[in-house]
């Protein structure tokens, strides 16, 4: 019931259709979400989320997730990132993976909601390392539309399977367009 409910705001009261599907048969995975030029993408993304009606989540700095508000991040899919003990971001992620059943990681590569002319690749080395597919998500406010393609497995030659997952946002408009990554 709360899917149809979701389902019905993201697409008659936002405006808003999904293409494409995301394999439930897939339970660990890094989604790799773009255009992030707006705040706006959160709660898009997380209404999108209920509509599909599987859990995808995403990761914050552990002391988000302290009294009051630890509850209602968990809630919406959130994991508290601990970096204590010397690991690195990727490390620290990998492990969360490596703890969980069901992880489907969703990350904006582009680290800022302002414009950069290179994305972070930490989501790329995180699906290495975990072996695990990429899937691209593409938010476009143009069309109102969230695109997810195909999973990809990242294969080691980094230039090579960017410039591959590159072209599934090639179209897609952020919020603030002139904020978006330009796709080379």
């Given at each position: 019931?709360?899917?149809?409910?979701?389902?019905?705001?993201f697409e008659n009261l936002m405006g808003?259709?999904?293409?494409?599907?995301?394999?439930?048969?897939?339970?660990?995975s890094v989604l790799m979400v773009m255009?992030?030029?707006?705040?706006?993408?959160?709660?898009?993304?997380?209404?999108?989320?209920?509509?599909?009606?599987?859990?995808?989540?995403?990761?914050?700095?552990?002391?988000?997730?302290?009294?009051?508000?630890?509850?209602?991040?968990?809630?919406?899919?959130?994991?508290?990132?601990?970096?204590?003990?010397?690991?690195?971001?990727?490390?620290?992620?990998?492990?969360?993976?490596?703890?969980?059943?069901?992880?489907?990681?969703?990350?904006?590569?582009?680290?800022?909601?302002?414009?950069?002319?290179?994305?972070?690749?930490?989501?790329?080395?995180?699906?290495?390392?975990?072996?695990?597919?990429?899937?691209?998500?593409?938010?476009?406010?143009?069309k109102k539309v969230i695109a997810f393609?195909?999973?990809?497995?990242?294969?080691?030659?980094?230039?090579?399977?960017?410039?591959?997952?590159?072209?599934?946002?090639?179209?897609?408009?952020?919020?603030?367009?002139?904020?978006?990554?330009?796709?080379?």
């Amino acid at each position: 019931m709360k899917k149809q409910i979701y389902k019905w705001i993201f697409e008659n009261l936002m405006g808003w259709k999904i293409e494409g599907s995301l394999d439930e048969q897939i339970k660990k995975s890094v989604l790799m979400v773009m255009p992030h030029t707006s705040w706006h993408d959160f709660y898009v993304a997380i209404i999108c989320r209920g509509a599909l009606g599987v859990d995808i989540n995403w990761v914050g700095k552990k002391e988000l997730f302290r009294f009051p508000f630890g509850y209602f991040f968990k809630s919406l899919g959130g994991a508290p990132l601990d970096r204590t003990g010397g690991l690195n971001k990727v490390e620290s992620i990998v492990s969360i993976f490596n703890s969980k059943e069901t992880f489907r990681l969703g990350l904006s590569p582009e680290g800022t909601r302002k414009r950069v002319e290179q994305l972070k690749t930490g989501f790329y080395y995180i699906a290495l390392q975990a072996n695990m597919p990429i899937i691209p998500v593409s938010i476009n406010f143009e069309k109102k539309v969230i695109a997810f393609g195909k999973p990809f497995y990242p294969t080691s030659d980094i230039e090579s399977d960017l410039s591959c997952l590159n072209k599934h946002f090639v179209d897609a408009k952020g919020k603030i367009p002139e904020y978006g990554y330009k796709v080379p």
